[in-house]
């Protein structure tokens, strides 16, 4: 099973970027699926973006046109390009994997806030 770890969170003001990493510990050539997905307290988690071996991207409709998720194989990376950020994507940012075998693998997240 590949571990993910997430990097690239902070504290950003509103209409800043950041740029998340997810990093895998082996080939995400493998790995069908690849998320972004966040939580943020007392809510549930949430679908943010989300890539396939396909190249096949979605968003949900609260970033669309503000994030952008990409895929590296090369470098068994996932990254989420981040801007026009608002207070309400202050969260915890979970990367996520699901492999052609049904395998699911969850990094340990990295907290964005979104504040002045």
């Known amino acids: 099973q590949v571990q993910l770890v997430e990097s690239g969170g902070g504290l950003v003001q509103p209409g800043g970027s950041l740029r998340l990493s997810c990093a895998a510990s082996?080939?995400?050539?493998?790995?069908?699926?690849m998320a972004w997905y966040r939580q943020a307290p007392g809510k549930q988690r949430e679908l943010v973006a989300q890539?396939?071996?396909?190249?096949?991207?979605s968003y949900a409709d609260s970033v669309k046109g503000r994030f952008t998720i990409s895929r590296d194989n090369a470098k068994n990376t996932l990254d989420l390009q981040m801007t026009n950020l608002k207070p309400e994507d202050t969260a915890v940012y979970l990367c996520?994997?699901?492999?052609?075998?049904?395998?699911?693998?969850w990094g340990q997240g990295t907290q964005v806030t979104v504040s002045s």
């Open positions: 890539d396939t071996t396909s190249s096949v991207t």
């Open positions: 082996g080939s995400i050539s493998s790995i069908y699926l």
């Open positions: 996520y994997g699901l492999s052609h075998r049904g395998s699911v693998s």
